[in-house]
Every structure is written in structure tokens, then in C-alpha cells.
């Protein structure tokens, strides 16, 4: 089965992932590609139709989706513009993977997962939201070797990084001046919570959470840092520390179990059987192309009809949820924030 698809944005993203993970899904045929500018589109090199805002009559992203040999799109657009675009899409009928984080806010997201829900989406047109940590053969992994060491005991994430003036990522407007909350806690954040929540599965879903924020590099607001304790709903806490506006460099998500310790770093992955210090340790490296294997699952739930479940919008939706509400905890200065949406 040929799966005709359009992907809508041509920014640094989609050159360096979406497109190479497309060409590289055989039950993809890539159609088109939709920029808000010709001249983006025109950039990417491709010899695909293309359509913009100022392309001329008949090549606006409404043309494109009248097409009938376009029957998914790939939506790689700024966090705010995201959302107009995902429900026209599903209108005419298109499935749509779309970049997380699902929405900029959770009133934005649950709204549209209403719109999902409704009579308004055409030809049981379906959608996935893009989180490529949940597609790591790491994660897959390290969430696997959890299970087989019993009851979680405690866990820790330090992700640790400086974006600097000049990194390729900040340099575009959207980022630079972000109209949304928490700028890079929440566009790259998201990434270490759907890390956490992988690893975690569902015995050790957070319930709770406090959090404390602080903006340590002045072109990063409206906050760069953040610090927080998670509680399960087991009663087990946990800490989750992340920072865009430090000098240390570095990830580590690590998880405590009866009978061992999982922890990931970068794309390695450790397995400790028993106390730390005396237990037998392994290791595991992997090439983690999550990416392409997201596109990939995608094609492949449109092909057999059956939506891939780690693309769940409600799945996004509890990412964005505990983002948000570490987000609120830390201008509250540490109030407590409850959660209701995690799955």
C-alpha cells in the first residue's frame, strides 16, 4: 500500500529528520510540501509540488489538502500555528502526525482533542502526535529491564545543557521570542518527560508534583531551569532536574527497583542487578534513530487501520500536563500541583 503524504513545515527539523525518515518508510510516497513561505519550501530542494501562502491561486495549504492522492500529512510547525493546522487537516479527512508538544497549553490541547473526537473529522481520519524518546530502542529497553526488577523504588533525571545565541535551534524567531510558556523547558522539555513517563510505564504513574524555576541565561525566557519532585501514585517521590542555562552537559534518567537499578545515558544503557555496589552490572548501546521509527510506526498503523498507542494525543497530553504544571509549581514558588491526565 502506497501511503500518499505531504509534510507541512520545511524548518531545520524537517531537513534533518522528517524528511530523510519519510524517504526512508517504503509505504510513504512523499507528494508535497507546504511552507509558509515559497521560498522555504523551494530551499529544501525537492522535486515534490509545493505550496505556501504566497505561492499563487491554487497552492495555499487549503489546495493541498483537496488533493485526493494526498492522504496523510506530516505537521512540523511552530507550537502555536500547530493546532489550526491539525484540524484542518482532519477535516478533509488526512491523517496527521504532528510535532509534539501536543498543543502550547493544556486548554489548547484538550480542546483539541475534543475536536478530534468529533463529527468533524472526516473518513476516520486519525492522529498521532510525534515524540521520538517513546520510539528509542533504548528506552524500549531500559523500560523492559525495569519491569523484570520489581517494584519501583525511586527514580532521578538530570538533563543538563547550555543553548547558546547561536545554536541552530534558537536562532529562529519562534524560539528567540516564544509567545508560549516555559520557551525551551517546554519545546525540547517535553522530550525528558515522555523519557521519564517511558520508563516509569503505568505502576509508577505520578500523581503529584512540586517544582522551582529560575532563568540563569537572559536570551532564554521566560525560565531556563528547573527543579522538581514527582510523587507516584505508589507514594514512591522522584526528582526531575533540567536546565538550558547551565555549564554542566550531560543526561542521566535512572530508575531504582527491588532488586536493581536501570539507567539510561545518552543512548547507553545500564542494567544493575541488586545493591549497586556488589550487584553484577550490564551494558547496552544503541543506535536510536527514533525518528525514522516513529514515521515508520505511523505509515504502519495507517496501513493496518489501527492507531499506534504511543502516539496518542493523550499520551502528549500527559507530557504537556506535567510540564505545564511544573511550570505553574515553580511561579507559585514550590506549590503543589496535582495531575489528572496521566495514563
Not at 214 to 236: E, F, K, N, R
Not at 307 to 335: F, V
Given at each position: 500500500?502506497?501511503?500518499?503524504?505531504?509534510?507541512?513545515?520545511?524548518?531545520?527539523?524537517?531537513?534533518?529528520?522528517?524528511?530523510?525518515?519519510?524517504?526512508?518508510?517504503?509505504?510513504?510516497?512523499?507528494?508535497?510540501?507546504?511552507?509558509?513561505?515559497?521560498?522555504?519550501?523551494?530551499?529544501?530542494?525537492?522535486?515534490?509540488?509545493?505550496?505556501?501562502?504566497?505561492?499563487?491561486v491554487g497552492k495555499t495549504y487549503h489546495d493541498l489538502l483537496l488533493r485526493?492522492?494526498?492522504?496523510?500529512?506530516?505537521?512540523?510547525?511552530?507550537?502555536?500555528?500547530?493546532?489550526?493546522?491539525?484540524?484542518?487537516?482532519?477535516?478533509?479527512?488526512?491523517?496527521?502526525?504532528?510535532?509534539?508538544?501536543?498543543?502550547?497549553?493544556?486548554?489548547?490541547?484538550?480542546?483539541?482533542?475534543?475536536?478530534?473526537?468529533?463529527?468533524?473529522?472526516?473518513?476516520?481520519?486519525?492522529?498521532?502526535?510525534?515524540?521520538?524518546?517513546?520510539?528509542?530502542?533504548?528506552?524500549?529497553?531500559?523500560?523492559?529491564?525495569?519491569?523484570?526488577?520489581?517494584?519501583?523504588?525511586?527514580?532521578?533525571?538530570?538533563?543538563?545543557?547550555?543553548?547558546?545565541?547561536?545554536?541552530?535551534?534558537?536562532?529562529?524567531?519562534?524560539?528567540?521570542?516564544?509567545?508560549?510558556?516555559?520557551?525551551?523547558?517546554?519545546?525540547?522539555?517535553?522530550?525528558?518527560?515522555?523519557?521519564?513517563?517511558?520508563?516509569?510505564?503505568?505502576?509508577?504513574?505520578?500523581?503529584?508534583?512540586?517544582?522551582?524555576?529560575?532563568?540563569?541565561?537572559?536570551?532564554?525566557?521566560?525560565?531556563?531551569?528547573?527543579?522538581?519532585?514527582?510523587?507516584?501514585?505508589?507514594?514512591?517521590?522522584?526528582?526531575?532536574?533540567?536546565?538550558?542555562?547551565?555549564?554542566?552537559?550531560?543526561?542521566?534518567?535512572?530508575?531504582?527497583?527491588?532488586?536493581?537499578?536501570?539507567?539510561?545515558?545518552?543512548?547507553?544503557?545500564?542494567?544493575?542487578?541488586?545493591?549497586?555496589?556488589?550487584?553484577?552490572?550490564?551494558?547496552?548501546?544503541?543506535?536510536?534513530?527514533?525518528?525514522?521509527?516513529?514515521?515508520?510506526?505511523?505509515?504502519?498503523?495507517?496501513?493496518?487501520?489501527?492507531?499506534?498507542?504511543?502516539?496518542?494525543?493523550?499520551?502528549?497530553?500527559?507530557?504537556?500536563?506535567?510540564?505545564?504544571?511544573?511550570?505553574?509549581?515553580?511561579?507559585?514558588?514550590?506549590?503543589?500541583?496535582?495531575?489528572?491526565?496521566?495514563?
Amino acid at each position: 500500500m502506497s501511503i500518499g503524504v505531504a509534510i507541512i513545515g520545511s524548518g531545520i527539523f524537517v531537513q534533518d529528520e522528517h524528511l530523510p525518515a519519510v524517504q526512508a518508510t517504503p509505504q510513504l510516497t512523499l507528494k508535497a510540501v507546504y511552507s509558509r513561505s515559497l521560498k522555504s519550501a523551494q530551499a529544501l530542494n525537492l522535486k515534490v509540488d509545493l505550496y505556501s501562502d504566497d505561492a499563487g491561486v491554487g497552492k495555499t495549504y487549503h489546495d493541498l489538502l483537496l488533493r485526493e492522492d494526498i492522504h496523510s500529512v506530516i505537521i512540523a510547525l511552530p507550537i502555536l500555528s500547530q493546532p489550526e493546522y491539525i484540524e484542518a487537516a482532519l477535516a478533509a479527512g488526512k491523517h496527521v502526525l504532528s510535532e509534539k508538544p501536543i498543543a502550547g497549553d493544556l486548554k489548547r490541547a484538550e480542546a483539541l482533542i475534543k475536536y478530534y473526537k468529533s463529527d468533524k473529522v472526516k473518513n476516520k481520519a486519525t492522529w498521532g502526535v510525534a515524540e521520538n524518546f517513546r520510539f528509542f530502542d533504548s528506552y524500549k529497553y531500559a523500560s523492559q529491564e525495569i519491569v523484570k526488577l520489581g517494584r519501583i523504588l525511586g527514580f532521578h533525571v538530570i538533563v543538563s545543557n547550555y543553548v547558546k545565541p547561536d545554536n541552530k535551534y534558537y536562532k529562529t524567531p519562534w524560539r528567540t521570542k516564544p509567545e508560549y510558556q516555559g520557551g525551551f523547558l517546554l519545546d525540547g522539555g517535553v522530550h525528558s518527560v515522555a523519557g521519564i513517563r517511558q520508563l516509569l510505564g503505568e505502576a509508577a504513574r505520578p500523581k503529584a508534583l512540586t517544582a522551582y524555576t529560575a532563568l540563569l541565561q537572559a536570551h532564554l525566557p521566560p525560565a531556563d531551569t528547573i527543579t522538581s519532585i514527582w510523587q507516584t501514585a505508589a507514594g514512591v517521590p522522584g526528582t526531575f532536574s533540567m536546565s538550558f542555562g547551565t555549564t554542566l552537559s550531560g543526561s542521566e534518567f535512572t530508575v531504582a527497583c527491588e532488586n536493581g537499578s536501570v539507567t539510561v545515558i545518552g543512548n547507553k544503557v545500564t542494567v544493575r542487578q541488586g545493591l549497586q555496589k556488589d550487584g553484577n552490572s550490564t551494558e547496552k548501546e544503541f543506535k536510536d534513530e527514533g525518528v525514522k521509527n516513529e514515521v515508520k510506526a505511523w505509515a504502519e498503523s495507517i496501513a493496518n487501520g489501527k492507531p499506534n498507542l504511543l502516539q496518542s494525543p493523550e499520551e502528549a497530553l500527559a507530557d504537556l500536563e506535567i510540564l505545564e504544571k511544573m511550570l505553574k509549581s515553580g511561579e507559585g514558588h514550590g506549590k503543589t500541583e496535582s495531575l489528572q491526565f496521566q495514563v
